[in-house]
């Protein structure tokens, strides 16, 4: 683990001590007198934690490990789960049928540039203190549904104007975590 990860736990675990005494969970004013760490402090301590995390993994490119693609059972579908390190799943012409891809801190990276998309698919997306980054081919449109807490979906994807074209159904929940769609 890199230290930027450990200091992003910490901030994390120092946010959540004092959301606990704020609920009466633990008692420990002492600590938190001022009158500006009172909401402030938490807010920040999260927001700064869970960004070093995330950050550790985009800007270190050895942390991205390449993975074959996991198949599922069905033959088309894959699965992909990453816990605390960084996936990357690249396609080199292989059919995409689908996947679900699960983030906990922690981040994956898609590639389907190269894939070959002829009919609608459905990429199930979950996040908690993690990204996902997919790259999607630029001849399919991309349909994102959201449900985020402190998270979001950037779909920066060319839209195509042919109504024939395939599409790319985003189904994505996040919860201070996200998701980057780009060509």
Known sequence: ?????????????AGGWKLANMWNIVDNDWLWSQPWTVYVAPVL??????????????KDPDQWLRR?????????????????GGD????????????????FCGGIRMDLREATITEDEEIEICTFCGGIE?????TVNVVVKSRSFIGA???HAARIV???????HIIADNFLGGVDIKN
């Open 1 to 13: 683990m890199k230290l930027r990860t450990i200091i992003g736990l910490l901030l994390i675990v």
């Open 45 to 58: 301590l999260l927001y700064v934690g869970a960004g070093t995390i995330v950050n550790s993994f985009r």
């Open 68 to 84: 074959p693609l996991p198949i599922n059972e069905d033959g088309k579908r894959i699965n992909c789960s990453v816990h605390y």
């Open 88 to 103: 990357e799943y690249i396609y080199h012409g292989e059919s995409f049928h689908g996947a679900r891809l699960d983030a």
């Open 134 to 138: 997919l790259f999607v081919p630029k």
């Open 153 to 155: 979906v950037g779909n």
């Open 162 to 168: 042919d109504p024939k074209a395939p599409c790319l």
